[in-house]
């Protein structure tokens, strides 16, 4: 029995200049596999506008007028969980990162993408996968090495094994999974087992979320 082709990703862009959204709305209009549902101006406009219309992927600029993007995205994930929003902006702010990861964003894009990237950025956010623009991870890890560290006594690790917190503790060097296969002598196979498990058993969503996990940890 063959599985269902999915649909086209159904997306909702929200951006306060008109002409940015308005642009960023055609373009991704004429990509394959992409449903342009409505486009917003504001936070406010784009949690009402996502009631309406369900999109599976909303691209969210962070700051607007009435409600920012931050504010939005807590708001639309609490009333429809499956959504994924993928903040784009031109802002790298360690300030609006860290916020938007906290809201439960998918991820935290720059405008610069061409629009192909972009297309295939929204098909990914769809099957559930984290993106951050390469500027933004190295924001990320600014802003988490000067955290103050966790007070003595808080047993950072406590789910884990020991090679487990070795394969964190590569993670948050930046190692891929073959550098980690090769680094500890296992199969990427097994690797990729131990960081599914490391994200379970520590509640993160992606590789990105561990890395910052090992360095707030002193792992790294």
């Given at each position: 029995?063959t ?22 709305a055609?373009l991704?209009?004429i ?13 406010r ?17 962070v ?30 702010d ?6 938007a990861?906290?809201?439960?964003a998918?991820?935290?894009l720059?405008k ?5 990237e972009?297309?295939q ?46 394969v ?9 999974n ?20 490391i ?11 561990a890395a ?9």
């Amino acid at each position: 029995m063959t599985s269902p082709v999915p649909g086209p990703v159904r997306v909702l862009v929200v951006d306060d200049q008109s002409l940015i959204r308005e642009g960023i709305a055609s373009l991704l209009g004429i990509q394959p596999g992409i449903e342009v549902v409505g486009t917003a101006g504001n936070g406010r406009e784009a949690v009402d506008l996502a009631l309406d219309t369900a999109p599976d992927v909303i691209l969210m600029d962070v700051r607007m007028p009435v409600l920012d993007g931050v504010d939005a995205t807590v708001l639309v994930l609490r009333q429809q969980p499956d959504c994924r929003v993928l903040m784009l902006t031109t802002f790298d702010d360690e300030h609006y990162v860290l916020q938007a990861l906290r809201a439960g964003a998918s991820g935290y894009l720059l405008k610069d993408l061409p629009a192909e990237e972009l297309a295939q950025a929204v098909r990914l956010a769809r099957a559930g996968v984290h993106q951050y623009d390469p500027a933004v991870t190295s924001r990320l890890i600014t802003a988490v090495d000067r955290l103050p560290p966790e007070p003595p006594g808080v047993g950072p690790l406590p789910a884990l094994t020991t090679r487990e917190v070795e394969v964190l503790r590569l993670l948050g060097s930046g190692a891929s999974n073959r550098e980690i296969a090769k680094a500890l002598f296992l199969s990427e196979g097994t690797v990729k087992n131990h960081v599914s498990r490391i994200l379970g058993r520590l509640d993160l969503r992606d590789r990105t979320q561990a890395a910052i996990y090992a360095r707030n940890h002193g792992l790294t």
